[in-house]
């Protein structure tokens, strides 16, 4: 009786466990935003304070930059393995026609929305609708992606975008950069984060 030859397509284990498909890229753009956003809204910060925050920042976007581009090139090199129904797990080119609409209507949005607001008068509440546009915008990211934490990504920057237009009608406009920027940026960073964590295949 001879034993069986391993199935070198069967995995099991950790081996089975993988980032999900378009993670490195998803991770990158949105922890890219994070760092934006914690930049441009901590110049109301002490020196202190401001220099603690971004240095936090750069640390947890480094981390992510590595983690990214070593998991894209690894996929490159292997080919970019396929599932067992020869799917990539996504629903077609990351980058393709209908996510550069996208980010065409975000960029007209973001645009008008911040010209509006502050010949109104109100240029203090520029950050908290870039914060909704830029969440919502990671609504289309994950339909695109096929991944579905972004999603919870999605509704979690546009909420501390919304909670910035509530501290602007609480007459407290002091906390509409803190909430809408500074949380908005870490909370993007800890997706970022999130999303380069393997999953089950």
């Known amino acids: 009786m001879t034993a069986e030859a391993p199935d070198p397509d069967h995995t099991t284990g950790l081996s089975a466990r993988r980032t999900a498909a378009g993670a490195g890229i998803g991770a990158l753009i949105g922890a890219g935003f994070g760092l934006l956003f914690l930049v441009l809204n901590t110049v109301q910060f002490s020196t202190l304070g401001r220099t603690l925050v971004i240095t936090v920042g750069v640390i947890v976007f480094a981390g992510i930059a590595v983690l990214a581009v070593r998991g894209l090139l690894r996929k490159r090199g292997g080919g970019g393995r396929l599932g067992a129904s020869g799917e990539r797990g996504r629903r077609g080119p990351p980058f393709g026609r209908a996510y550069w609409i996208i980010v065409l209507i975000e960029a007209g949005l973001l645009f008008a929305g911040t010209r509006l607001l502050a010949s109104l008068g109100h240029s203090e509440l520029g950050v908290a609708w870039v914060a909704v546009v830029v969440g919502t915008h990671f609504f289309a990211l994950g339909w695109v992606f096929g991944l579905d934490r972004f999603h919870v990504l999605a509704?979690?920057?546009?909420?501390?975008?919304?909670?910035?237009?509530?501290?602007?009608?609480?007459?407290?406009?002091a906390f509409i950069p803190v909430i809408s920027g500074v949380i908005s940026g870490f909370v993007l960073l800890a997706f970022g984060v999130w999303a380069l964590t393997p999953t089950e295949r």
Do not use: Y
């Open 155 to 173: 509704t979690a920057v546009t909420l501390c975008g919304i909670g910035g237009f509530i501290a602007f009608f609480a007459a407290a406009p």
